[in-house]
């Protein structure tokens, strides 16, 4: 099994700055790949970003040049740094992890809120 925590949501003003954290813990060696994605009320949880164990990442194109996830193996931390946010970014963040038998993991989400 596999837990995931996140923390650094808030609120910010439009082109203002947050940076998301998600630790990871249990099984994590079976892990391939980590990432973010949001969800809006009403509407269907959409990928924000993407990291491989690799490194290799991949973003959603809402986000891309403004966002950019990063990962600390040491520490099973993975980030998502959000520049230039925009009111349309508030959303509730959720953790997400894939292990190498495509099992999914989320964590409990954390809200972003973007005042115009």
């Known amino acids: 099994q596999v837990q995931l925590v996140e923390s650094g949501g808030g609120l910010v003003q439009a082109g203002g700055s947050l940076r998301l954290s998600c630790a990871a813990s249990?099984?994590?060696?079976?892990?391939?790949?980590m990432g973010w994605y949001r969800q809006d009320p009403g509407k269907q949880r959409e990928l924000v970003a993407l990291i491989t164990r690799d490194g290799s990442t991949n973003y959603g194109d809402s986000v891309k040049g403004r966002f950019t996830i990063s990962g600390d193996n040491a520490k099973n931390l993975v980030y998502l740094q959000m520049n230039s946010l925009k009111p349309e970014d508030a959303a509730v963040y959720y953790c997400?992890?894939?292990?190498?038998?495509?099992?999914?993991?989320w964590g409990q989400g954390t809200q972003v809120t973007v005042s115009s």
């Open positions: 249990g099984t994590i060696f079976r892990l391939n790949v």
């Open positions: 997400n992890a894939a292990d190498r038998y495509a099992k999914s993991y």
